[in-house]
Protein backbone atom coordinates (compact mmCIF):
# COMPACT_ATOMS: atom_id res chain seq x y z
CA UNK A 1 0.00 0.00 0.00
CA UNK A 2 2.77 2.46 -1.20
CA UNK A 3 0.19 5.03 -3.04
CA UNK A 4 -2.16 5.65 -1.58
CA UNK A 5 -5.67 6.92 -3.49
CA UNK A 6 -6.89 8.33 -0.02
CA UNK A 7 -5.11 11.18 1.43
CA UNK A 8 -6.16 13.04 4.88
CA UNK A 9 -4.22 14.75 7.62
CA UNK A 10 -5.11 15.30 11.03
CA UNK A 11 -5.84 18.91 10.65
CA UNK A 12 -8.35 18.04 8.46
CA UNK A 13 -10.34 15.66 10.60
CA UNK A 14 -10.36 17.97 13.37
CA UNK A 15 -11.84 20.27 11.21
CA UNK A 16 -14.61 18.41 10.67
CA UNK A 17 -14.68 17.49 14.03
CA UNK A 18 -15.23 21.29 14.85
CA UNK A 19 -17.84 21.28 12.27
CA UNK A 20 -19.58 18.68 13.07
CA UNK A 21 -18.90 16.63 9.60
CA UNK A 22 -16.72 13.40 10.51
CA UNK A 23 -17.56 10.18 10.73
CA UNK A 24 -16.80 8.37 14.14
CA UNK A 25 -17.26 4.37 14.49
CA UNK A 26 -15.71 1.75 16.93
CA UNK A 27 -13.35 -0.67 15.84
CA UNK A 28 -16.48 -3.16 15.30
CA UNK A 29 -18.55 -1.20 13.36
CA UNK A 30 -15.25 -0.55 11.40
CA UNK A 31 -14.99 -4.43 10.28
CA UNK A 32 -18.54 -4.44 9.32
CA UNK A 33 -17.75 -1.06 6.86
CA UNK A 34 -14.79 -2.67 5.78
CA UNK A 35 -16.76 -5.93 4.85
CA UNK A 36 -19.20 -4.34 2.88
CA UNK A 37 -17.49 -0.92 1.31
CA UNK A 38 -14.23 -2.51 0.88
CA UNK A 39 -10.77 -0.55 1.91
CA UNK A 40 -10.34 2.04 -0.22
CA UNK A 41 -14.34 3.71 0.21
CA UNK A 42 -14.11 2.66 3.93
CA UNK A 43 -11.21 4.62 4.00
CA UNK A 44 -12.60 7.67 2.33
CA UNK A 45 -16.22 7.52 4.23
CA UNK A 46 -14.68 7.50 7.64
CA UNK A 47 -12.34 9.91 9.72
CA UNK A 48 -11.87 8.50 13.08
CA UNK A 49 -11.98 4.86 14.24
CA UNK A 50 -12.53 4.39 18.24
CA UNK A 51 -10.94 1.58 20.00
CA UNK A 52 -10.99 0.61 23.73
CA UNK A 53 -9.40 -1.75 26.69
CA UNK A 54 -10.31 -2.14 30.02
CA UNK A 55 -8.30 -4.54 32.09
CA UNK A 56 -5.94 -5.18 35.01
CA UNK A 57 -2.42 -3.13 34.50
CA UNK A 58 -0.35 -3.57 37.32
CA UNK A 59 2.34 -0.91 36.25
CA UNK A 60 0.12 2.21 37.08
CA UNK A 61 0.13 4.49 39.76
CA UNK A 62 -0.71 7.97 41.04
CA UNK A 63 2.04 11.20 41.68
CA UNK A 64 0.55 13.12 43.87
CA UNK A 65 1.20 16.55 45.72
CA UNK A 66 -0.35 17.42 49.10
CA UNK A 67 0.97 21.19 49.76
CA UNK A 68 2.95 22.33 52.50
CA UNK A 69 2.13 22.59 55.87
CA UNK A 70 2.96 25.28 58.50
CA UNK A 71 5.88 24.59 59.25
CA UNK A 72 6.85 22.80 56.25
CA UNK A 73 7.51 19.06 55.67
CA UNK A 74 10.08 17.05 53.86
CA UNK A 75 7.94 13.60 53.66
CA UNK A 76 10.42 11.25 53.90
CA UNK A 77 7.58 8.42 54.54
CA UNK A 78 3.93 8.49 53.44
CA UNK A 79 1.23 6.43 53.82
CA UNK A 80 -2.21 6.80 52.16
CA UNK A 81 -4.96 4.38 54.10
CA UNK A 82 -2.07 2.19 55.25
CA UNK A 83 -0.59 1.58 51.89
CA UNK A 84 3.18 3.15 51.76
CA UNK A 85 3.48 5.70 48.80
CA UNK A 86 7.11 6.33 47.84
CA UNK A 87 7.54 9.93 49.58
CA UNK A 88 11.61 10.28 48.42
CA UNK A 89 10.57 12.54 45.20
CA UNK A 90 10.20 15.75 46.66
CA UNK A 91 9.19 17.83 49.82
CA UNK A 92 5.26 16.44 49.37
CA UNK A 93 5.06 14.97 46.84
CA UNK A 94 4.72 11.07 46.50
CA UNK A 95 4.11 8.34 44.38
CA UNK A 96 1.87 5.28 45.01
CA UNK A 97 1.95 2.26 42.99
CA UNK A 98 -1.22 0.19 42.04
CA UNK A 99 0.45 -3.24 43.38
CA UNK A 100 1.51 -1.63 46.86
CA UNK A 101 -0.44 -3.43 49.82
CA UNK A 102 -1.75 -2.71 52.82
CA UNK A 103 0.13 -2.76 56.60
CA UNK A 104 -1.57 -5.30 58.36
CA UNK A 105 -4.03 -6.14 55.75
CA UNK A 106 -6.51 -8.49 57.53
CA UNK A 107 -7.51 -10.63 54.93
CA UNK A 108 -3.12 -10.82 54.73
CA UNK A 109 -3.47 -12.12 58.57
CA UNK A 110 -5.65 -14.61 57.64
CA UNK A 111 -4.43 -15.92 54.64
CA UNK A 112 -0.83 -15.64 53.77
CA UNK A 113 0.03 -13.52 50.54
CA UNK A 114 -3.83 -12.39 50.22
CA UNK A 115 -4.80 -8.64 50.13
CA UNK A 116 -7.83 -7.07 49.91
CA UNK A 117 -6.70 -4.09 49.73
CA UNK A 118 -4.21 -1.85 48.23
CA UNK A 119 -2.50 1.15 46.17
CA UNK A 120 -5.23 0.38 43.59
CA UNK A 121 -7.97 0.65 46.19
CA UNK A 122 -6.85 4.00 47.20
CA UNK A 123 -6.56 5.43 43.31
CA UNK A 124 -10.30 4.25 43.20
CA UNK A 125 -10.88 5.75 46.01
CA UNK A 126 -9.25 9.12 45.21
CA UNK A 127 -11.53 9.12 42.00
CA UNK A 128 -14.56 8.63 43.52
CA UNK A 129 -14.12 11.16 45.64
CA UNK A 130 -14.08 9.48 49.32
CA UNK A 131 -11.92 10.54 52.20
CA UNK A 132 -8.01 9.09 52.49
CA UNK A 133 -6.07 9.23 55.53
CA UNK A 134 -2.70 11.04 55.02
CA UNK A 135 0.10 9.83 57.25
CA UNK A 136 3.37 11.77 56.20
CA UNK A 137 6.93 11.49 58.19
CA UNK A 138 10.05 13.85 57.93
CA UNK A 139 13.19 13.93 59.37
CA UNK A 140 13.20 17.48 60.12
CA UNK A 141 15.71 20.24 58.63
CA UNK A 142 15.92 23.81 59.06
CA UNK A 143 13.46 24.39 56.59
CA UNK A 144 11.46 21.75 56.57
CA UNK A 145 10.79 21.02 59.99
CA UNK A 146 7.84 19.24 61.14
CA UNK A 147 8.59 15.20 61.21
CA UNK A 148 5.09 14.41 61.10
CA UNK A 149 1.53 15.17 60.28
CA UNK A 150 -1.36 13.20 59.68
CA UNK A 151 -5.07 14.38 57.95
CA UNK A 152 -8.13 12.86 55.86
CA UNK A 153 -8.03 13.95 52.18
CA UNK A 154 -9.80 13.87 48.91
CA UNK A 155 -9.04 14.15 45.39
CA UNK A 156 -9.79 18.04 45.33
CA UNK A 157 -7.40 18.93 48.57
CA UNK A 158 -4.87 17.51 46.65
CA UNK A 159 -2.58 20.23 44.99
CA UNK A 160 -1.86 17.99 42.05
CA UNK A 161 -3.39 13.90 41.72
CA UNK A 162 -2.05 12.58 38.12
CA UNK A 163 -2.44 9.22 37.25
CA UNK A 164 1.18 7.94 36.16
CA UNK A 165 1.39 4.53 34.56
CA UNK A 166 4.54 3.35 33.23
CA UNK A 167 2.84 0.65 31.14
CA UNK A 168 -0.44 0.37 30.35
CA UNK A 169 -2.61 -1.31 26.83
CA UNK A 170 -0.38 -4.25 26.28
CA UNK A 171 -0.84 -4.71 22.73
CA UNK A 172 -1.32 -8.48 22.66
CA UNK A 173 -0.40 -10.87 25.93
CA UNK A 174 -0.22 -14.47 26.02
CA UNK A 175 -2.75 -17.40 27.54
CA UNK A 176 -2.19 -18.80 30.69
CA UNK A 177 -2.28 -22.71 30.96
CA UNK A 178 -1.11 -24.42 34.25
CA UNK A 179 0.29 -28.16 33.17
CA UNK A 180 1.31 -28.91 37.19
CA UNK A 181 -0.03 -30.88 39.63
CA UNK A 182 -1.48 -28.18 42.07
CA UNK A 183 -3.50 -24.45 41.73
CA UNK A 184 -1.52 -21.74 41.19
CA UNK A 185 -1.98 -17.94 41.90
CA UNK A 186 -0.48 -15.92 39.31
CA UNK A 187 -1.70 -11.99 38.03
CA UNK A 188 -3.21 -14.08 35.25
CA UNK A 189 -6.05 -15.37 37.84
CA UNK A 190 -6.09 -18.81 39.47
CA UNK A 191 -4.76 -21.66 37.09
CA UNK A 192 -5.80 -24.74 37.75
CA UNK A 193 -3.97 -28.09 37.76
CA UNK A 194 -3.64 -30.37 34.87
CA UNK A 195 -5.28 -27.54 32.02
CA UNK A 196 -8.47 -27.53 33.27
CA UNK A 197 -8.88 -23.49 32.53
CA UNK A 198 -7.21 -20.83 30.62
CA UNK A 199 -7.36 -17.20 31.16
CA UNK A 200 -6.29 -14.41 28.76
CA UNK A 201 -5.96 -10.38 29.28
CA UNK A 202 -6.96 -8.04 25.70
CA UNK A 203 -9.87 -6.58 24.44
CA UNK A 204 -9.18 -8.39 21.15
CA UNK A 205 -10.16 -6.07 17.71
CA UNK A 206 -11.13 -3.14 20.08
CA UNK A 207 -7.60 -3.33 21.88
CA UNK A 208 -6.18 0.16 20.38
CA UNK A 209 -2.27 -0.87 19.59
CA UNK A 210 -4.17 -4.01 17.60
CA UNK A 211 -5.44 -1.35 15.19
CA UNK A 212 -2.25 0.62 15.19
CA UNK A 213 -0.45 -2.57 14.85
CA UNK A 214 3.00 -0.71 13.58
CA UNK A 215 2.57 2.59 15.89
CA UNK A 216 1.90 5.01 12.35
CA UNK A 217 -0.84 7.20 14.08
CA UNK A 218 -0.08 6.50 18.00
CA UNK A 219 2.55 8.18 19.16
CA UNK A 220 4.05 10.48 21.79
CA UNK A 221 1.22 13.50 22.15
CA UNK A 222 -1.09 11.14 21.68
CA UNK A 223 -4.50 12.47 22.92
CA UNK A 224 -5.98 9.22 24.72
CA UNK A 225 -9.17 8.46 26.97
CA UNK A 226 -7.96 7.67 30.28
CA UNK A 227 -10.13 6.43 32.70
CA UNK A 228 -12.88 8.52 32.14
CA UNK A 229 -10.91 11.52 31.78
CA UNK A 230 -8.38 12.86 28.60
CA UNK A 231 -4.71 11.69 29.23
CA UNK A 232 -1.53 11.52 26.73
CA UNK A 233 0.62 8.61 25.26
CA UNK A 234 3.78 10.33 27.04
CA UNK A 235 6.59 7.54 25.71
CA UNK A 236 6.74 3.78 24.78
CA UNK A 237 5.47 1.71 28.00
CA UNK A 238 8.10 -0.38 30.16
CA UNK A 239 9.18 -3.33 28.36
CA UNK A 240 7.89 -2.27 24.98
CA UNK A 241 9.06 -4.78 22.80
CA UNK A 242 7.93 -4.13 18.87
CA UNK A 243 10.75 -7.09 17.96
CA UNK A 244 8.10 -9.97 18.63
CA UNK A 245 7.14 -11.95 15.85
CA UNK A 246 4.05 -10.77 13.87
CA UNK A 247 1.56 -12.26 11.78
CA UNK A 248 0.33 -11.76 8.41
CA UNK A 249 -2.06 -8.53 9.77
CA UNK A 250 1.41 -7.24 11.40
CA UNK A 251 -0.36 -7.90 14.63
CA UNK A 252 2.06 -10.05 17.20
CA UNK A 253 1.72 -12.58 18.76
CA UNK A 254 2.55 -12.07 22.09
CA UNK A 255 3.12 -8.58 24.47
CA UNK A 256 4.96 -6.04 21.69
CA UNK A 257 3.76 -2.77 21.97
CA UNK A 258 2.80 -0.92 25.23
CA UNK A 259 1.87 2.71 26.04
CA UNK A 260 3.54 4.84 28.86
CA UNK A 261 0.37 7.31 29.73
CA UNK A 262 -0.94 10.35 31.89
CA UNK A 263 -3.61 11.95 32.77
CA UNK A 264 -5.66 14.50 35.43
CA UNK A 265 -7.42 12.26 38.46
CA UNK A 266 -9.87 15.12 39.02
CA UNK A 267 -11.13 14.40 35.43
CA UNK A 268 -11.50 10.97 35.92
CA UNK A 269 -14.59 8.83 36.67
CA UNK A 270 -14.56 5.73 38.86
CA UNK A 271 -16.85 4.24 36.42
CA UNK A 272 -13.62 3.50 33.68
CA UNK A 273 -11.26 2.57 36.93
CA UNK A 274 -11.21 -0.17 39.98
CA UNK A 275 -8.67 -1.44 42.58
CA UNK A 276 -8.17 -5.02 41.81
CA UNK A 277 -7.31 -8.45 44.50
CA UNK A 278 -6.51 -10.92 42.94
CA UNK A 279 -6.00 -14.23 44.87
CA UNK A 280 -2.99 -15.26 45.79
CA UNK A 281 -1.14 -12.69 44.06
CA UNK A 282 -1.71 -9.13 45.47
CA UNK A 283 -3.53 -5.84 44.37
CA UNK A 284 -3.39 -4.28 40.78
CA UNK A 285 -5.83 -1.70 38.96
CA UNK A 286 -8.21 -1.70 35.90
CA UNK A 287 -7.58 0.64 33.81
CA UNK A 288 -9.96 1.92 31.04
CA UNK A 289 -8.15 3.69 27.60
CA UNK A 290 -9.74 4.31 24.69
CA UNK A 291 -7.47 5.95 21.44
CA UNK A 292 -9.20 7.69 18.44
CA UNK A 293 -7.20 6.34 15.45
CA UNK A 294 -7.50 8.60 12.68
CA UNK A 295 -8.17 7.12 9.05
CA UNK A 296 -5.60 8.81 6.99
CA UNK A 297 -5.83 6.66 4.32
CA UNK A 298 -6.58 3.18 3.30
CA UNK A 299 -3.25 1.42 5.19
CA UNK A 300 -4.81 2.77 8.69
CA UNK A 301 -9.15 1.56 7.30
CA UNK A 302 -7.32 -1.92 6.65
CA UNK A 303 -5.12 -2.19 10.19
CA UNK A 304 -8.37 -1.02 12.03
CA UNK A 305 -10.46 -3.92 10.27
CA UNK A 306 -8.96 -6.53 11.75
CA UNK A 307 -11.07 -9.32 13.88
CA UNK A 308 -10.65 -11.10 16.37
CA UNK A 309 -10.24 -14.72 14.29
CA UNK A 310 -6.66 -12.81 12.66
CA UNK A 311 -5.30 -12.04 16.33
CA UNK A 312 -3.20 -14.95 17.39
CA UNK A 313 -1.90 -15.42 21.06
CA UNK A 314 0.92 -18.12 22.35
CA UNK A 315 -0.81 -20.21 25.34
CA UNK A 316 2.21 -20.53 27.74
CA UNK A 317 2.34 -22.75 30.86
CA UNK A 318 2.68 -19.93 33.94
CA UNK A 319 2.83 -23.45 35.98
CA UNK A 320 6.43 -24.48 34.83
CA UNK A 321 7.58 -22.52 32.17
CA UNK A 322 7.28 -19.00 32.98
CA UNK A 323 8.71 -18.76 36.24
CA UNK A 324 11.74 -20.23 34.91
CA UNK A 325 11.45 -17.85 31.69
CA UNK A 326 11.90 -21.17 29.26
CA UNK A 327 11.03 -20.57 25.81
CA UNK A 328 8.28 -22.53 25.37
CA UNK A 329 4.77 -22.87 24.25
CA UNK A 330 1.53 -24.88 23.78
CA UNK A 331 0.97 -23.39 20.35
CA UNK A 332 -1.33 -20.74 19.30
CA UNK A 333 -5.18 -19.41 19.38
CA UNK A 334 -7.21 -16.74 18.02
CA UNK A 335 -8.84 -14.21 20.33
CA UNK A 336 -12.21 -15.22 18.40
CA UNK A 337 -11.77 -19.19 19.84
CA UNK A 338 -10.59 -17.39 23.86
CA UNK A 339 -13.78 -15.54 23.27
CA UNK A 340 -15.85 -18.38 22.37
CA UNK A 341 -15.12 -19.69 25.66
CA UNK A 342 -13.08 -22.76 24.46
CA UNK A 343 -9.32 -23.26 23.39
CA UNK A 344 -8.10 -26.90 22.84
CA UNK A 345 -4.84 -27.64 24.11
CA UNK A 346 -3.63 -31.01 22.61
CA UNK A 347 -6.49 -33.43 22.43
CA UNK A 348 -8.10 -31.11 25.52
CA UNK A 349 -10.67 -28.83 25.41
CA UNK A 350 -10.30 -26.25 27.92
CA UNK A 351 -12.79 -23.46 29.27
CA UNK A 352 -11.55 -19.42 28.72
CA UNK A 353 -11.63 -17.06 31.04
CA UNK A 354 -10.79 -13.30 30.32
CA UNK A 355 -9.21 -11.11 32.71
CA UNK A 356 -10.06 -8.00 30.80
CA UNK A 357 -13.41 -6.88 29.93
CA UNK A 358 -14.97 -6.59 26.38
CA UNK A 359 -18.22 -5.24 27.92
CA UNK A 360 -16.28 -1.96 29.18
CA UNK A 361 -14.04 -2.41 26.22
CA UNK A 362 -16.81 -1.35 23.82
CA UNK A 363 -18.69 1.05 26.29
CA UNK A 364 -15.08 3.01 26.46
CA UNK A 365 -14.99 3.29 22.49
CA UNK A 366 -18.53 4.19 22.17
CA UNK A 367 -18.33 6.94 24.75
CA UNK A 368 -14.94 8.42 22.80
CA UNK A 369 -16.83 8.02 19.84
CA UNK A 370 -19.72 10.25 21.31
CA UNK A 371 -17.46 12.91 22.66
CA UNK A 372 -15.87 13.56 19.27
CA UNK A 373 -18.79 13.46 17.38
CA UNK A 374 -20.15 16.34 19.87
CA UNK A 375 -17.01 18.21 19.34
CA UNK A 376 -15.26 18.04 22.92
CA UNK A 377 -12.29 15.49 21.95
CA UNK A 378 -10.00 16.57 19.00
CA UNK A 379 -7.10 14.15 17.47
CA UNK A 380 -3.15 15.12 18.42
CA UNK A 381 -0.83 14.45 15.86
CA UNK A 382 2.18 12.78 17.90
CA UNK A 383 5.25 14.89 18.34
CA UNK A 384 7.40 11.57 18.18
CA UNK A 385 6.63 8.21 17.11
CA UNK A 386 7.02 4.96 19.08
CA UNK A 387 10.15 2.53 18.56
CA UNK A 388 9.23 -0.08 15.37
CA UNK A 389 12.30 -1.55 16.79
CA UNK A 390 14.68 -2.03 20.12
CA UNK A 391 17.96 -3.48 20.48
CA UNK A 392 18.06 -4.52 24.01
CA UNK A 393 21.46 -5.15 26.53
CA UNK A 394 20.05 -8.44 28.72
CA UNK A 395 20.40 -8.01 32.37
CA UNK A 396 24.10 -10.01 33.41
CA UNK A 397 22.03 -11.96 36.18
CA UNK A 398 24.07 -14.43 38.62
CA UNK A 399 24.00 -18.08 36.85
CA UNK A 400 21.78 -18.82 39.90
CA UNK A 401 19.20 -16.73 38.79
CA UNK A 402 18.97 -17.46 35.01
Not at 41 to 56: H, L, P, R
Not at 277 to 291: A, E, M, N, P, Q
Not at 386 to 399: G, R
Request: hydrophobic share 35%; charged share 25%.
Amino acid sequence: MSEFKVNKTIEEINEKIKNREAVIVNAEEMIDIVNKKGIIEAAKSVDVVTTGTFGIMCSSGALINFGHTKPKIKAAKVWLNDVEAYGAVAAVDAYIGASAVKRNDPLNAVHPGRFEYGGGHVIEDLISGKKIHLVAQGYGTDCYPSKEIEMDITVNDLKEATLLNPRNAYQNYSVAINTTDKTIYTYMGVLKPHMANATYSSAGQLSPLMNDPFYLTVGIGSRIFLAGGEGYVIYHGTQHNPNEERNKRGVPKTGAGALAVIGDMKQMSEKYIKGASILGYGVSLSVGIGVPIPILNEEMAFFTSVKDEEIDAYIFDYGYDYPRKIDNNYGLTNYKQLREGFITVGAKKIPTTPLSSYFMAVKIAEELKKRISEGKFYLTKPSASLPLSKDYKPMKYPKNYL
